[in-house]
Every structure is written in structure tokens, then in C-alpha cells.
């Protein structure tokens, strides 16, 4: 039992005691008077040992109430911080994003200026395909070539072709019976080189029984881009229809009366599905390359 409610339990007692004496000493109006005021002193008493009762009990409480709102402040605190922080990581991400954006943008149009500078440096080149192995003397392959050229494209040239070089595709050489090597030719002319790659275009070059194939020499991403069109080129070949693949990665259709230019092979796929395919077949086209 604790102090204050023995504290209590002494006033009951002593209230009852004194009232039992004034009961037995005082007439009637005497002893109301002083019961009533007796009740009054042992209610402020009353009053006094429940306000302390209460504060004492409610102490725990509101030190309890006192750590959980300065938990509360700190976690706020914090949270705080870590909202500044994440907005700033936010700033710097966002700005590191569109950074990087750019970069890239600024990089694929370095790499398509490079690839077009290789292009260019290459548009006096030819490639020669289905030339045989070992065909040309050893040490002298420009003279070959030139020699070839002139002998084996009609009244085209008067005399051989100037050209500043000429070689063997750096790559591995063949085993018997598989495809020879390609031969680079640098022409001195670009006129010439347009000459033969048109002429090339109209009549069939043979050497030694072999059906010679003439193409632009192009870089290894500008002949990806080129051999997208592929599937597209046959399918249009099969059923007739002029196109010709423009440099430098554009395909051009005629068709329906119509001259169409397609950017990718994917735009000119669906204009295959889409407009040409189920028509019936006409007589092969001709495929030409810039």
C-alpha cells in the first residue's frame, strides 16, 4: 500500500471518529454546522491527495511522452536530411542523365562524321570480287589490275588505267576451292573509277572463265548499314521491281509509277509487305549500288 493511500485511509478513519464525537456532544443544528464543515476540510484534503495522486502517476507518462516527442524531433531531423539529400542526388542524377544524353548524341555524330571522312577518303577505291588466287605476278598486282581493266571492258579504256594502288583484302589467305580474296583498287581518277563501276553495271566482266563482281569499297559500318537492305533487294528483284541502293545507305523504289526512298531497311521492309507482296511476278529488275 502506498503512502498516500494510507494517508487516506487514516482521514476516513478519523472522519468517522469525529463525527461519532460531535454526535454524541452537540444538538442537532450544531452538529450539521459542523459536519458540514468538517466535509468541507476533507474534501480539500480529498482534492489535494488526488492532484497529488494524479501527478505522481501521470510523472512516468509524461516523461515517456517527453523522450517520444524528442524521438519524433529527431527522426524529423533526419528525414529532413535525408529529403536534401536525395533532392540534391536527384539534381545531380537528372543532370548527369542529360549529360550523358548529350554525349551520346555528340558521339554518334563524331561517329557518323568519322565514318563519312573514311568514305569519302575511299571513293576513288573500287572492290574487285571473284578476281582467282595468285592470277596476278607477285610485286606488280597495280599493273595487273590495270591491265585487266582495260582488256577485259571493251573499247572503255585506249590505254590502262591510272591507279595509285591496288591489293589483296587483308585477310586470311583461302584454302583451295573456297572464295578468293577481294582485290582494293585505288584508282588516280575518281572519273575513271565511276567509268568502270558504271560500265560494270551494263555488262558482265569475265577473267579466266570467273564472273567478276565490281562494288563500292566501303567502311565496315557504312557496309552494315548497306547490307540491312538485303532480304528487302532480293524480294523486290524477284518480283520485278527497279530499285537502286543510293549512298549512302538509302534504298530507291520505282514503283506504281512512283519514285520511293526509304532511310531503313525496316521502312522499305513494310512497304514490301504492305503494297508489293502478293502482286504477281514480273521479269527480273536490275539491282545497281552507289
Known amino acids: 500500500m502506498s503512502k498516500k493511500e494510507s494517508e487516506t485511509k487514516k482521514s476516513s478513519h478519523t472522519l468517522s471518529a469525529k463525527v461519532a464525537n460531535m454526535a454524541t456532544t452537540a444538538n442537532t443544528d450544531d452538529f450539521a454546522m459542523m459536519l458540514s464543515t468538517e466535509m468541507e476540510k476533507q474534501r480539500e484534503h480529498f482534492k489535494e491527495d488526488m492532484s497529488a495522486l494524479i501527478t505522481t502517476s501521470l510523472a512516468p507518462i509524461q516523461a515517456s511522452l517527453a523522450n517520444f516527442h524528442e524521438m519524433v524531433k529527431t527522426l524529423e531531423q533526419r528525414v529532413t536530411a535525408v529529403e536534401t539529400t536525395v533532392g540534391a542526388n536527384f539534381d545531380a542524377l537528372f543532370k548527369a542523365e542529360k549529360a550523358i544524353s548529350e554525349l551520346q548524341t555528340l558521339n554518334a555524330a563524331l561517329a557518323d562524321r568519322i565514318d563519312d571522312l573514311e568514305n569519302r577518303s575511299r571513293r576513288v577505291n573500287l572492290r574487285i570480287i571473284n578476281v582467282p588466287e595468285d592470277s596476278e605476278p607477285k610485286g606488280d598486282i597495280v599493273a595487273f589490275v590495270s591491265a585487266l581493266l582495260k582488256d577485259n571492258m571493251g573499247n572503255l579504256f585506249t590505254s590502262p588505267p591510272e591507279l595509285e594502288r591496288a591489293h589483296r583484302a587483308l ?5 583451295n576451292g573456297q572464295s578468293p580474296r577481294a582485290i582494293i583498287v585505288a584508282f588516280l581518277r575518281f572519273r575513271d ?31 552494315k ?20 541502293l543510293l549512298y549512302p545507305a538509302r534504298l530507291r523504289v520505282t514503283y506504281g509509277g512512283e519514285t520511293l526512298i526509304f532511310d531503313t531497311p525496316a521502312d522499305a521492309e513494310t512497304f514490301y509487305a504492305q503494297k508489293v507482296e502478293g502482286t504477281r511476278n514480273s521479269p527480273a529488275a536490275s539491282e545497281h549500288e552507289d
Open 193 to 223: 573509277r565511276e567509268r568502270v563501276l558504271h560500265w560494270a553495271r551494263q555488262n558482265e566482266v569475265v577473267f579466266q572463265g570467273h564472273t567478276l563482281r565490281f562494288y563500292p569499297d566501303l567502311s565496315t559500318q557504312l557496309s
Open 171 to 175: 585477310v586470311q589467305k583461302p584454302k
Open 225 to 244: 548499314k548497306r547490307v540491312g537492305f538485303k532480304n528487302v533487294k532480293a524480294a523486290l528483284y524477284q518480283k520485278g521491281i527497279q530499285f537502286r
